[in-house]
């Protein structure tokens, strides 16, 4: 059975960090991009950041550039989000979404979803 | 680059059809084929009900349809049922830099 499991959310203070986890089975890792996108409490979807299959492109929202950074280790199946400098405004239930093709593509859906993790910035 | 724009909320009786709309521009949803769209019930995940307009993913059923005029891409369902009370939400590409993917703002459909 294909699936995505987040793991890593949970309360952290303004400013703080926390790194958010991704196992991924019953596919080729390594063949597929991966992304992150977030929902704000009652809010819709935000992309936040995608990975090509081999780690070697990464791209940002504007939100988060500079502050989160995506990679993966594929001898371990595993996608991973680096949060630093964690605003109010960051937080939101974090999905893993796995894309159908190897590069990162505009063109391309999220055929899998994990079940999300909620990450929540408050003092 | 805005979110797509979507109704708030639609709503049906089991067993008629529905259509959300999902607007954008000629940089998004009407310059390309690839829109998409994703359901989703309270506390779960989003899944994927249809890709590049209108192709449907194995095992999704095929009371979901999609379709595109100009700028603005649809979803509709047929004979609706209960199960299908969830948020539904588009995403399309976009020729802007910045993000990669844009979704819509989110339909809310409710079965009467």
């Known amino acids: 059975e294909v699936q995505l499991l987040e793991s890593g959310g949970g309360l952290v203070q303004p400013g703080g960090s926390l790194r958010l986890s991704c196992a991924a089975s019953?596919?080729?890792?390594?063949?597929?991009?991966m992304s992150w996108v977030r929902q704000a409490p009652g809010k819709g979807l935000e992309w936040v950041s995608a990975?090509?299959?081999?780690?070697?492109?990464?791209y940002y929202a504007d939100s988060v550039k500079g502050r989160f950074t995506i990679s993966r280790d594929n001898s371990k199946n595993t996608l991973y989000l680096q949060m630093n400098s964690l605003r109010a405004e960051d937080t939101a239930v974090y999905y893993c979404?796995?894309?159908?093709?190897?590069?990162?593509?505009?063109?391309?859906?999220?055929?899998?979803w994990g079940q999300g993790t909620m990450v929540t910035v408050s003092s | 680059q805005s979110a797509l724009t979507q109704p708030a909320s639609v709503s049906g009786s089991p067993g008629q059809s529905i259509t959300i709309s999902c607007t954008g521009t000629?940089?998004?949803?009407?310059?390309?084929?690839?829109v998409s769209w994703y359901q989703q019930h309270p506390g779960k995940a989003p899944k994927l009900m249809i890709y590049?307009?209108?192709n449907r993913p194995s095992g999704v059923s095929n009371r979901f349809s999609g379709s595109k005029s100009g700028n603005t891409a649809s979803l509709t369902i047929s004979g609706l049922q209960a199960e299908d009370e969830a948020d539904y939400y588009c995403?399309?590409?976009?020729?802007?830099?910045?993000?990669?993917?844009?979704f819509g703002t989110g339909t809310k459909v409710t079965v009467l």
């Open positions: 019953g596919f080729t890792f390594s063949s597929y991009a």
């Open positions: 000629s940089s998004d949803v009407g310059g390309y084929n690839y």
């Open positions: 979404a796995k894309g159908s093709l190897q590069g990162v593509s505009r063109s391309d859906a999220f055929d899998i």
């Open positions: 590049e307009v209108s």
């Open positions: 990975i090509s299959g081999s780690g070697g492109s990464t």
């Open positions: 995403s399309s590409y976009t020729s802007s830099s910045t993000p990669l993917y844009v």
